[in-house]
T-cell receptor, first 119, second 111 residues
Framework: DAGVIQSPRHEVTEMGQEVTLRCKPI?????LFWYRQTMMRGLELLIY??????IDDSGMPEDRFSAKMPNASFSTLKIQPSEPRDSAVYFC??????WGSGSGTGELFFGEGSRLTVL | LAKTTQPISMDSYEGQEVNITCSHN???????ITWYQQFPSQGPRFIIQ???TKVTNEVASLFIPADRKSSTLSLPRVSLSDTAVYYC????????????FGKGTRLHILP
C-alpha cells in the first residue's frame, strides 16, 4: 500500500483565499483523522471520521474550517476564508481500528503533511 | 483521556542508551500505552505499544511497572538519526476514539 497520501505538499496563498487540503487514507482503514501542527500549539486534533461519518469536530477552530469525507478513500479539509494564523502543517492520518476498541491497537498512519502558508 | 507527563527535552550521545519516562497516574484498567516518534518535516510514526511488563521490538523497548502509572521508552545505542520528538499516549477506556498528542519529548542526539 502507498500509505496515506496528502496533497498538496506545500501551499502558499493570500489571506482571504479558499484552501482545500486533500487526503487519501490507507485502503480498508475505517478511521481518518485531521491534525494541525504548529510550534506554539503542537499537534492538535481537528476532527476525526469513522466509516466516513464525522464523529468529533470539537477541535475545529472555527466556522472557517470544514471537513468532509464523501467516500472511504477521500477526505478534504477546507479553510474559507484563510487567515495568516492558519499557517501550519496539516496532517491526515488513518487507522484500521479505533483507539477505544479495547484491543490496544488503533495505530495511526500519518501522511507526509501539507504545509500551508497564508500571507 | 489519561493525562501524560514527559520531559520537554533530553540530550544524549551517540551509542548511548536513552530512556524516556512518561507519567500517567490516572491510567485506567483498559488503557494501553503507545509511543510515537516524529522526525522533522514528517508525521508521527508508531514505535511501540504495551499494556504491562515489557515489550520489545526492533526499534525500542517499553517498560511498564506493575502499577502502570508510568512507562519508560528505551532506545538502545542511539544514533544521530534518532533525533526526534517522542510522544507518549495513553488510551481512553471510555471507548473514545480520539487520539490526542501532548507536547512530547524532544530528543537531541549529539555526536
Amino acid at each position: 500500500d502507498a500509505g496515506v497520501i496528502q496533497s498538496p505538499r506545500h501551499e502558499v496563498t493570500e489571506m482571504g483565499q479558499e484552501v482545500t487540503l486533500r487526503c487519501k487514507p490507507i485502503s480498508g482503514h475505517d478511521y481518518l483523522f485531521w491534525y494541525r501542527q504548529t510550534m506554539m500549539r503542537g499537534l492538535e486534533l481537528l476532527i476525526y471520521f469513522n466509516n466516513n461519518v464525522p464523529i468529533d469536530d470539537s477541535g475545529m477552530p472555527e466556522d472557517r474550517f470544514s471537513a468532509k469525507m464523501p467516500n472511504a478513500s477521500f477526505s478534504t479539509l477546507k479553510i474559507q476564508p484563510s487567515e495568516p494564523r492558519d499557517s501550519a502543517v496539516y496532517f491526515c492520518a488513518s487507522s484500521l481500528l479505533g483507539w477505544g476498541s479495547g484491543s490496544g491497537t488503533g495505530e495511526l498512519f500519518f501522511g507526509e503533511g501539507s504545509r500551508l502558508t497564508v500571507l | 483521556l489519561a493525562k501524560t507527563t514527559q520531559p520537554i527535552s533530553m540530550d544524549s550521545y551517540e551509542g548511548q542508551e536513552v530512556n524516556i519516562t512518561c507519567s500517567h497516574n490516572n491510567i485506567a484498567t483498559n488503557d494501553y500505552i503507545t509511543w510515537y516518534q516524529q522526525f522533522p518535516s514528517q508525521g508521527p510514526r508508531f514505535i511501540i505499544q504495551g499494556y504491562k511488563t515489557k515489550v520489545t521490538n526492533e526499534v525500542a523497548s517499553l517498560f511498564i511497572p506493575a502499577d502502570r502509572k508510568s512507562s519508560t521508552l528505551s532506545l538502545p545505542r542511539v544514533s544521530l538519526s534518532d533525533t526526534a520528538v517522542y510522544y507518549c499516549l495513553v488510551g481512553d477506556s471510555n471507548r473514545d476514539d480520539k487520539i490526542i498528542f501532548g507536547k512530547g519529548t524532544r530528543l537531541h542526539i549529539l555526536p
